[in-house]
């Protein structure tokens, strides 16, 4: 089992949906990371949590510490959020350990 | 600046050739890193870098071999490579280790 699951592993969504991304880990965490990746490869880190919920545009990101879960959230999705959205944690110092990853279609 | 840049963009070489990675960042950060991605799978990290010193090789074969030459720059060094070692190469920067990390666009490299 995976230190970090994500789900789904695929999502379609028609444009203007709301879409949630779960995130689950099994080990202790300094901070939890989401991060963006298009297809030709560039990584955008989008939040960094250790508690609560941030916001950013259309982006809302919560972690439950209790939990050991994390949910990324897009309201009013539009095409342009077709990406891979990456959950990542901080187990060890600087080490990143990474979800799979979530594959998003955004359909206009 | 918040930007990482890396060259080249795209890399083929053959199993005997010599070859270099570049990454740059002017951020003022501290802590440097090496990813690997193959297709369809999340990066894993292969070096990191912290205040110019090697911190962390995650077991990586010696036909790669970083370099810090400086704060803002960092050189992955490829020899004898294999076609597995085909993939896309990610680097990036952090303030501290424990910071956000930002990373450059990639080199894909193909190992023929």
């Known amino acids: 089992k995976n230190e970090v699951e994500q789900s789904p592993q695929n999502l379609t969504a028609q444009e203007g949906e709301f879409i949630t991304i779960n995130c689950s880990y099994s080990v202790g965490i300094s901070a939890l990371h989401w991060l963006q990746q298009h297809p030709g490869g560039g990584i955008v880190s989008l939040f960094m949590?250790?508690?609560g919920k941030k916001k950013h545009g259309r982006l809302i990101a919560t972690i439950n510490i209790q939990e050991k879960h994390s949910s990324l959230h897009i309201t009013a999705s539009h095409p342009r959020d077709s990406a891979v959205y990456i959950c990542a944690v901080n187990t060890s110092g600087s080490r990143l350990t990474f979800g799979e990853g979530t594959q998003l279609t955004v359909n206009p | 600046d918040t930007e990482v840049t890396q060259t080249p963009k795209h890399l083929v070489m053959g199993m005997t050739n010599k070859k270099s990675l570049k990454c740059e960042q002017h951020m003022g950060h501290r802590a440097m890193y090496w990813y690997k991605q193959k297709a369809k799978k999340p990066p894993e990290l292969m070096f990191v870098?912290?205040?110019?010193?090697?911190?962390i090789n995650e077991s990586v074969p010696s036909r790669f071999s970083p370099e810090c030459p400086n704060s803002s720059l960092l050189n992955l060094h490829l020899h004898a490579l294999q076609p597995e070692d085909s993939a896309l190469y990610l680097c990036a920067s952090s303030q501290g280790v424990l910071e956000t990390q930002y990373f450059g666009p990639g080199t894909r490299l193909l190992v023929l």
């Open positions: 870098y912290s205040y110019e010193k090697l911190s």
């Open positions: 949590l250790s508690s």
